[in-house]
């Protein structure tokens, strides 16, 4: 047999290689073998979170409003990054204004807080990131970022995924840590879309959402997903007609996950696959339903009618308190003034389930506090509203006292650990659905996460100041 001359064979070869590639591209396409890259839909997890109790208080003596005149506090300056979310309430009253103020209860307690709306989340992790270089380089406080930030706590530990690993290159005292809450969501929080999703679950199927992938809100849509045997896509470039789809909102931003995603109906082409592998065909996604809070809620039904809310922060009442989470090292070194900042917004918190009037109060300052809507506006949400134009149950969140805390993180031995509970079980969900994403730096244990020693100097100051304590009740 004639031998082949060794540029035949080099053609032979890229011949073959070519078929190869052609072939295992082919298959790929059809589905024939798994196709790297691409992940598979996973059936969402059924939760069963524990009953939520709410601290009642009696005998409360009503305390003067905080002024609109900033204070002069000389303590470390204490930059938080925080959303519009009236599960802050407390928090916000506390200091009377995005700088503390007189007369308010954050000058009482010693601290000088400032407070600035950031409705990114990425913004939010980039401002801590900026806020701890600095305090490593030297600084007592940051002229620029965010020593702190308010953000829910069912979601606390896809937060610290992403957060300490880049904090540990400053030094293990630099990682964020959660010191306790000063509120929750209490519907305001929710999936919205379509009536037929709530009456007829199943037919999300094939559905797309958009919202903050791996926070609270999409917490919610997974939980409900669970709880009718739905499947989840988590590939933001595949969509799969099996499952409910998603759509990344915009700079992680709930907002823009209303204005700029869900009302002007904004598409993306995908590639359809099925069981983990591509079809080779394409579609075009739209999103169908939206995950959100107030004012997004408000924004999604009056801005694409037929919008109905599904299922809410209030029906899953234990899932979503709004908890302070922040750098270690400046939490240990303005120790005191933690504990008074707590303090304050505890004392809030009974000030406002006492007083309508301090609860209106508080609306004035949110509305100034984020510069949108009015003071009306804001209580109204708070409380929650039926909204005159569509029907729908909107809004809702209630604030956290010293008891709230306790009977929360289980410190009194009597009340199941929500907070472990919570951060658990939304911990083990984000990670079944992104396995790859946790696996170098996966959720920190919740021992690693939470530091209540902060709640127990607060509850001391507390104590010390004869503040009016509270009993718990169980929340239907």
């Not at 059924?46 to 601290?55: C, D, G, I, K, N």
């Not at 609306?363 to 009015?374: E, H, L, P, R």
């Not at 009977?407 to 790859?436: C, V, W």
Request: hydrophobic letters at 35%; glycine letters at 10%; one cysteine or more.
């Amino acid at each position: 047999m004639a031998r082949l001359k060794p540029q035949a064979k080099i053609v032979l070869i890229m011949f073959v290689a070519g078929g190869v590639v052609f072939g295992l591209r082919s298959a790929m396409q059809h589905g024939w073998i798994p196709t790297p890259g691409i992940m598979q839909s996973v059936i969402a997890t059924r939760v069963e979170l524990p009953p939520q109790t709410e601290a009642q208080v009696a005998n409360v003596q009503a305390l003067p409003y905080p002024s609109t005149v900033t204070a002069n506090v000389s303590a470390t300056r204490m930059p938080f990054d925080i959303w519009e979310w009236n599960a802050m309430f407390a928090l916000l009253y506390a200091n009377g204004g995005r700088e503390t103020t007189k007369g308010s209860l954050m000058e009482k307690y010693g601290v000088n807080l400032a407070l600035h709306r950031e409705d990114s989340n990425s913004q939010m992790k980039a401002d801590l990131l900026a806020c701890a270089k600095q305090l490593h380089d030297g600084d007592k406080t940051c002229s620029s970022g965010a020593a702190a930030l308010v953000v829910m706590g069912d979601g606390g530990g896809q937060w610290l995924a992403d957060l300490n690993p880049q904090l540990r290159r400053l030094g293990p005292e630099y990682q964020a840590v959660i010191i306790g809450a000063v509120g929750r969501s209490n519907g305001e929080d929710a999936l919205l879309g379509p009536a037929e999703w709530k009456s007829s679950p199943q037919s999300m199927k094939g559905k797309t959402v958009v919202g903050v992938i791996r926070d609270g809100d999409w917490n919610i849509a997974l939980n409900y997903m669970g709880s009718n045997g739905l499947k989840n896509n988590p590939d933001l470039k595949t969509y799969d007609p099996d499952a409910v789809n998603w759509i990344s909102a915009p700079d992680e931003d709930y907002i823009k996950a209303v204005t700029e995603a869900y009302i002007p109906n904004r598409c993306e082409d995908r590639k359809v696959v099925k069981n983990g592998r591509p079809t080779g065909e394409t579609t075009r996604v739209c999103p169908d339903g939206v995950v959100t809070w107030t004012p997004g809620d408000e924004q999604a039904v009056h801005g694409r009618p037929g919008t109905t809310k599904i299922v809410s922060s209030h029906e899953y009442a234990s899932q979503m308190p709004a908890v302070v989470i922040g750098i270690k090292k400046f939490f240990n070194d303005n120790r005191e003034q933690v504990h008074g900042l707590l303090t304050a917004s505890f004392q809030a918190a009974d000030q406002l389930k006492a007083f309508d009037a301090a609860r209106r109060k508080a609306g004035d300052i949110s509305a100034k506090v984020y510069n949108d809507q009015n003071g009306l506006y804001w209580y109204s949400y708070y409380m929650g509203v039926r909204d005159s134009k569509t029907n729908q149950p909107l809004g809702g969140s209630a604030v956290f006292n010293l008891e709230d805390n306790v009977n929360y993180f289980g410190l009194d031995g009597k009340h199941n650990n929500n907070m472990r509970a919570s951060y658990e079980t939304f911990g083990r969900i984000a990670t079944q659905n992104y396995p790859q994403l946790f696996k170098d730096n996966p959720i920190p244990p919740y021992k690693d996460a939470v530091d209540t020693s902060f709640i127990f100097g607060a509850q001391a100051l507390m104590n010390s100041s004869g503040v009016q304590g509270a009993t718990a009740e169980t929340v239907d």
